[in-house]
C-alpha cells in the first residue's frame, strides 16, 4: 500500500499554539484534503446556525476568520461579511474569496459597539490567551438581538486526549496548533456570556464516524486523490470534548 504524501513540508519549531505557524501553513487554508480540512467541516455546520439577514445592510463579524473559510456557506444570505484575524497571510486569502478584511487582535476589535446582526467565533476561544475578554468583544460587537455562533475545545481530560494526544498525529489537525491550557470549560463560557448579555445554548458536536474514516483512508492511500463528499459534523450528547454554541444578546 503506498504511503501518504505528507499534509505539509518543513515547519519550524514553535510553542504550541503560536501564531507563526498559520503563516507555515498558509498554502493548507484552500486544500479540502489538507491540514485545515476539518476547520471547512466545522465552517459549514456553523453557517447552519446564522439564518439569511434580516436588513440589507446586516454585518457578519467573522473573529478568528482565518483564510474565510465561512464564506462559501454564507453566500446568499446576505450579510457584508467582516473577518478579523492576526494573520496577514490567511486574511490576504479570506479578501480573494469576498471578506473585507481587518487585521486585529479578537480581544481588542476596532468596530463599534452594537454594530454587527452576527458575530462568529470559529475554533477561535481555544486558541485566545484570554478567551473571557475575546468573549466581551464578541457581545459587546452584537447589536441587541444579534446572534452570536461559535465552536471550541471543551476544557477537559477527554478533550486534551482526543484533539492533541490523538488528534493532532492525525492528518487533520496540524501538530503543535493547540495548547491545552487554553481550552474552554463549557459551564465557565455560558456563565461568562450570560454576564455579557448573551443567553448561549450549547450541544456537543463531532465529526460523522463513516465519512471521517473513509476520509482518513483517502489520506492514507495519497493526498493526491480528489475529494468526493467531505464529513459532516453531527450532534453527540456530550460537550466533553468539541462543542458548539448559539445565543442572541438581549435587548
Same mark, same amino acid.
Given at each position: 500500500?503506498?504511503?501518504a504524501s505528507p499534509?505539509?513540508?518543513p515547519?519550524?519549531?514553535l510553542p504550541?499554539?503560536d501564531p507563526r505557524?498559520?503563516d507555515d501553513?498558509?498554502?493548507?487554508?484552500?486544500r479540502?484534503?489538507?491540514?485545515?480540512a476539518?476547520?471547512?467541516?466545522l465552517?459549514?455546520?456553523? $453557517? %447552519?446556525?446564522v439564518?439569511?439577514a434580516?436588513?440589507? !445592510? *446586516?454585518?457578519? #463579524?467573522? /473573529?478568528?476568520? &482565518?483564510?474565510?473559510?465561512l464564506?462559501?456557506h454564507?453566500?446568499?444570505?446576505g450579510?457584508?461579511?467582516?473577518?478579523?484575524?492576526?494573520?496577514?497571510?490567511?486574511?490576504d486569502?479570506? $479578501? %480573494?474569496?469576498g471578506?473585507?478584511?481587518l487585521q486585529? !487582535? *479578537?480581544t481588542? #476589535?476596532p /468596530?463599534?459597539? &452594537?454594530?454587527?446582526a452576527?458575530?462568529?467565533a470559529?475554533?477561535?476561544l481555544?486558541?485566545?490567551?484570554?478567551?473571557?475578554?475575546?468573549v466581551?468583544?464578541?457581545c459587546?460587537?452584537?447589536r441587541?438581538?444579534?446572534l452570536?455562533?461559535l465552536?471550541?475545545l471543551?476544557?477537559?481530560?477527554?478533550?486534551?486526549?482526543?484533539?492533541?494526544e490523538?488528534?493532532e498525529r492525525l492528518p487533520?489537525v496540524p501538530?503543535?496548533?493547540?495548547?491545552?491550557?487554553?481550552?474552554?470549560?463549557?459551564r465557565?463560557?455560558?456563565a461568562?456570556c450570560?454576564?455579557?448579555?448573551?443567553?448561549?445554548?450549547?450541544?456537543g458536536?463531532?465529526p460523522?464516524l463513516?465519512?471521517t474514516?473513509?476520509?482518513?483512508l483517502?489520506?492514507w492511500?495519497g493526498?493526491?486523490?480528489p475529494?468526493?463528499t467531505e464529513p459532516?459534523?453531527?450532534?453527540?450528547?456530550?460537550t466533553?470534548?468539541l462543542y458548539q454554541g448559539?445565543?442572541?444578546?438581549?435587548?
Open positions: 500500500m503506498p504511503e499534509v505539509v513540508g515547519r519550524r519549531a504550541p499554539n505557524q498559520y501553513l498558509a498554502g493548507e487554508w484552500w479540502p484534503d489538507g491540514a485545515f476539518m476547520l471547512h467541516w465552517a459549514r455546520a456553523r $453557517a %447552519a446556525l439564518p439569511p434580516s436588513t440589507q !445592510d *446586516a454585518l457578519l #463579524v467573522d /473573529l478568528g476568520c &482565518g483564510a474565510g473559510l464564506a462559501p454564507l453566500a446568499g444570505k450579510y457584508r461579511h467582516v473577518g478579523v484575524d492576526l494573520t496577514r497571510s490567511a486574511l486569502q479570506a $479578501a %480573494a474569496h471578506v473585507t478584511v486585529g !487582535d *479578537a481588542a #476589535v /468596530l463599534a459597539d &452594537g454594530c454587527a452576527v458575530v462568529s470559529g475554533e477561535l481555544e486558541h485566545v490567551p484570554d478567551w473571557r475578554r475575546a466581551a468583544e464578541a459587546r460587537l452584537l441587541p438581538g444579534g452570536l455562533v465552536d471550541t471543551n476544557d477537559t481530560l477527554l478533550a486534551r486526549l482526543v484533539a492533541v490523538l488528534g487533520t501538530r503543535g496548533i493547540h495548547d491545552h491550557r487554553l481550552f474552554v470549560d463549557a465557565a463560557l455560558v461568562e450570560a454576564r455579557h448579555g448573551v443567553a448561549l445554548r450549547l450541544r458536536v463531532r460523522e463513516g465519512g474514516l473513509a476520509w482518513l483517502r489520506r492511500r493526498a493526491d486523490r475529494v468526493r459532516r459534523i453531527v450532534p453527540t450528547r456530550s466533553a470534548v448559539s445565543g442572541r444578546r438581549e435587548g
